[in-house]
């Protein structure tokens, strides 16, 4: 079974620090890689996403890959109480018409 | 950038009924969209996937008589919860993608649905 796994947290960081975020996924030949933002009740929305092994800046939000080790990470800088919500970790898998699956989901609240 | 459109927002219904949920690319047309439910602190379930013109591919486990898909027309899906009855009670989301590539994932503002 093709799995996506984050830590449900919450993970609590002070205002301006930096947040990181992890998922592991179970399916090697994952393609595609998402981090999305949920706020409660509201849809997700994309934040990042991230194809390659290595390093993706956008902003505030750095996406690490390592395919080798199945992990992807999302890395939130200069971290504000707006960014609290709840980040979910998206994979794309090979030949499944691309269906995304996603991970359970890493609280995160930033605290004044 | 492409934004999809899905109405209602919200919903309460009563057990035994029928609830239909829209599903519109306003700016693009979506050859596939993706229905989710989302129960209370959990993730993203997919339900199912739609093509335009042909039938849905249901996840295993959902039920396709009870959850109705149609993908008439490149730019709208609609998802019908037949029957319904409380424990479909949930956060329905649709998701539309413009074509292909590896991003090009746009959620509509999901549904939340009450059945009383």
């Known amino acids: 079974q093709k799995e996506v796994e984050q830590n449900s947290g919450p993970l609590s960081v002070p205002e301006g620090a930096i947040a990181s975020l992890n998922c592991t996924y179970s399916d090697r030949v994952s393609q595609s890689f998402f981090w999305y933002r949920q706020y409660s009740g509201k849809s997700p929305e994309l934040i990042m996403s991230i194809y390659s092994n ?54 995160l609240q930033v605290t004044l | 950038g492409a934004v999809v459109s899905q109405h209602p927002s919200r919903v309460i219904c009563k057990s035994g009924t029928s609830v239909k949920i829209e599903c519109r690319s306003l700016d693009f047309q979506a050859t596939t969209m993706f229905w989710y439910r989302q129960f209370p602190k959990k993730s993203l379930m997919l339900m199912a996937t739609s093509n335009e013109g042909s039938k849905a591919t249901y996840e295993q486990g959902v039920e396709k008589d009870k959850f109705l898909i149609n993908h008439a027309s490149l730019t709208l899906s609609t998802l019908t919860v037949t029957s319904a009855h409380p424990e479909d009670s949930s956060f329905y989301i649709c998701s539309a993608r413009s074509g292909q590539g590896a991003g090009g994932y746009t959620f509509g503002s999901g549904t939340r649905l009450t059945v009383v």
């Open chain 1, 54 to 107: 290595g390093d993706k800046e956008d902003g505030r939000f750095t996406a690490q890959l390592n395919k080798a080790s199945q992990y992807v990470s999302l890395l939130i800088r200069d971290s504000q109480p707006s960014d609290s919500a709840t980040y979910l970790c998206a994979v794309k898998h090979t030949g499944t018409a691309s269906k995304l699956t996603f991970g359970t989901g890493t609280r």
